[in-house]
């Protein structure tokens, strides 16, 4: 899911999932202010740069979860965002842009559990990526993507979790990326250092974007750390196993309860 790039289509669901396991949030609204970077060449020869300064707002409520994710984007490079990571074939290598990104909106209805209880929890989430970002600058491909998934979650008495995703993304055609519908999974394991303190690792595996390209193979370390009740920094490193993922994505996120 902070983390735009990597939460655009399942980490999202984990933000509220672990900030209200810190600070045991009631029902309220969450908002997120996160500052994500990531680089890699995807294939190419040259490497592209992306940063990104995005506001969430994520609404709790009794058995559900709903979010908006609005990103302001710079990028360096020929590649194009999609979705969560970035393909090697659009623009000029030395190109610059900026801009507002495709928006990403989600909600999770919690099916048998829920994300602060222990022992097993199913939840299911709709995704849809809004088309906001200029095409021609590569900020998006200027059509609406969907994703379906299903998160898997087994809490013990000590803080202990562990946890799954399975779901499949499909993606707006155009006629400069072909691109291809895919499954993804993601599994992980999440724990407590202390009371304050919430560390989470987990790997993940996508279809390839585009026909002969590799799956996009990624693993990922994020913590939390409640700064109040209210409040906590969340910080976030992914690192691609495969040259269809970035070579590292590093995120800084700031969320506050809005009471």
């Known amino acids: 899911m902070g983390h735009l790039f990597v939460r655009t289509v399942l980490v999202c669901t984990f933000t509220a999932a672990v900030t209200t396991s810190v600070f045991a949030a009631p029902p309220g609204l969450l908002m997120t202010y996160s500052f994500d970077s990531l680089s890699g060449k995807f294939g190419q020869p040259t490497e592209t740069k992306a ?43 030395r190109r610059s842009e900026q801009g507002l990104g495709d928006m990403v909106a989600t909600y999770t209805k919690d099916l048998v559990g ?21 095409e021609d600058k590569g900020l998006g491909t200027g059509k609406t993507d969907y994703g379906v998934q299903a998160d898997v979650a087994y809490r013990f008495n ?29 599994v992980g394991v999440n724990f407590p250092l202390g009371n304050s303190l919430f560390v989470n690792l987990n790997t993940s595996e996508r279809d390839a974007l585009l026909v002969g390209t590799p799956k996009r193979k990624e693993r990922a370390i994020s913590a939390v ?11 976030g490193y992914t690192t691609g196993q495969s040259t269809a993922s970035p070579d590292d994505v590093f995120s800084i996120s700031y969320v506050s309860q809005v009471e």
């Open 225 to 235: 750390y409640a700064l109040s009740a209210a409040t906590a920094l969340q910080f």
């Open 114 to 134: 829920g994300i602060q209880t222990k022992g097993f929890a199913l939840s299911a989430t709709g995704l849809v990526k809004i088309a906001t970002g200029n």
């Open 158 to 186: 000590n803080g202990f979790g562990l946890t799954a995703v399975v779901g499949r993304q499909y993606y707006g055609d155009t006629p400069q990326l072909r691109l291809q519908d895919g499954n993804y999974t993601t």
């Open 51 to 93: 940063r990104s300064f995005s506001l969430g707002a994520t609404l709790v409520g009794e058995g559900y979860r709903a979010s908006l994710f609005v990103p302001y984007i710079s990028l360096e490079g020929p590649g194009t965002l999609v979705a969560g990571t970035v393909t090697g074939n659009a623009g000029p290598a």
